[in-house]
């Protein structure tokens, strides 16, 4: 099974992915969830971190994501296990040894001090960030902000997210991450988007081999309906 539809597998089983009525940061009522909260035991942070660098490292195979990337980033709080399950996996599954790093939300004034734990960002690190889903890009704006008053002799190349939800950002001819990359100078990857979570959840084959482990149900046909009409809306133009 293709990496992409074993995510989907992954996301649904663990109860991250759900299908409803839920209000977003952005206040819109979107009829589905992204809930990295679910990755709460060491083996589901284990697989999620696995996704993430079978991501990564197929960008730098198709040279993407340079080779020489040397720091993974995870804002505080839910960026930090993210970018620690991705240093791991990239290290024991790819042989891609990179430092990993989080921040302090209080910068500390004492002992080492400094509002970095883990590698250090420092002069000549290409540095990647890593984020489970992004809506409006505020959580982003913030860590190049924190790395322009911190680290400015570190690189930001790019962010790597687990699920693109393709909506439009405050400009409405652009996606949120569209519009994000734009803003600030680097692409964001993602391990899927939604249109591709759709594709493969309406996917007879899927279907067949997800019932077949009977763990958390798949959407309902009108659930999916839902998605694609909320997409529709909130779609880019």
């Not at 024991?92 to 910068?107: H, P, T, Y």
């Amino acid at each position: 099974m293709h990496y992409k539809k074993q995510f989907v597998h992954f996301l649904l089983e663990s109860g991250a992915l759900t299908f409803g009525d839920f209000t977003l940061k952005s206040g819109r009522k979107s009829p589905y969830m992204i809930n990295a909260g679910k990755f709460d035991s060491g083996k589901s942070l284990s697989r999620l971190g696995g996704f993430y660098a079978r991501a990564i490292y197929e960008k730098m195979e198709l040279g993407i994501i340079p080779w020489e990337t040397s720091v993974l980033f995870g804002a505080a709080y839910k960026g930090i296990p993210l970018s620690a399950a991705t240093a791991i996996a990239l290290d024991a599954a790819f042989d891609q040894e990179i430092g990993w790093s989080f921040n302090r939300k209080l910068v500390k004034d004492h002992g080492e001090g400094g509002v970095f734990v883990g590698r250090k960002p420092g002069a000549g690190d290409l540095v990647l960030v890593i984020d489970d889903v992004m809506t409006a890009g505020t959580a982003l704006r913030e860590t190049y902000d924190l790395f322009a008053e911190h680290a400015p002799e570190a690189k930001i190349i790019g962010t790597v997210i687990a699920v693109n939800r393709k909506e439009r950002g405050r400009d409405e001819r652009l996606t949120a991450v569209a519009e994000a990359q734009f803003e600030l100078g680097a692409p964001i990857f993602s391990i899927i988007c939604i249109e591709e979570i759709l594709e493969i959840l309406k996917d007879e084959e899927f279907e067949r081999e997800y019932n077949s482990h009977e763990k958390a149900p798949l959407p309902t046909e009108e659930q999916i309906a839902a998605i694609e009409e909320y997409l529709t809306e909130y779609r880019a133009v």
